[in-house]
């Protein structure tokens, strides 16, 4: 008999793979903290939705998001333990796309 | 300035990010490879979206589809190359996944 597939793997894999939640990772691994730095290292994604993103990952326990209240106010979103602890997800990931995804067509190989 | 996050990395996370796709990827490296013994390993997948996304990892290169054409015919999933490579990611996936979410209300541990 097949086992089933273990729900926390289940879990785990669709909540970092939600979309634009793994570029966002990505981003704020690599030092964007800020709402526009974010903004501009995840090419596409709006305001509606990138706003929508850093809740629910703030919510789910990825990021945390830190107010400092000068003028003008300073944002900052960075990542938890839990957070933090995803690199070696990242880095299996970064690892098998610069193997299997094509270079996209005009664009930055990086 | 923010460097934009690699449009490969991105483009890979989401594609095993997919809802359901990481459930079946799994399912098949622990050796579910009929049609049947897929859906058993994928609890609430349903028959249309198994078969859809069955049809995508196919297209995606992650999976191979080989019939083989007795009576009653017999189908079978593998892994391909890019499919089987996706195995350090699967247990980056699941040793956080352990550490980090919660085992469900009286569910299986596992």
Not at 34 to 49: C, L, Q
Not at 53 to 58: G, P, T, V
Not at 99 to 109: L, N, S, T
């Amino acid at each position: 008999m097949t086992r089933p597939v273990c729900t926390r793997f289940h879990a785990a894999i669709e909540l970092i793979g939600a979309r634009w939640t793994g570029a966002i990772l990505r981003a704020v691994f690599t030092e964007a903290h800020r709402y526009h730095e974010i903004k501009a290292a995840v090419p596409g994604v709006s305001d509606t939705m990138l706003a929508q993103r850093l809740r629910a990952m703030e919510a789910d326990g990825l990021l945390t998001r830190q107010v400092d209240t000068g003028t003008p106010v300073r944002v900052e979103y960075h990542l938890t333990e839990m957070g933090r602890d995803l690199a070696p997800v990242i880095d299996a990931v970064l690892a098998w796309s610069h193997k299997w995804i094509p270079v996209p067509a005009g664009g930055d190989p990086h």
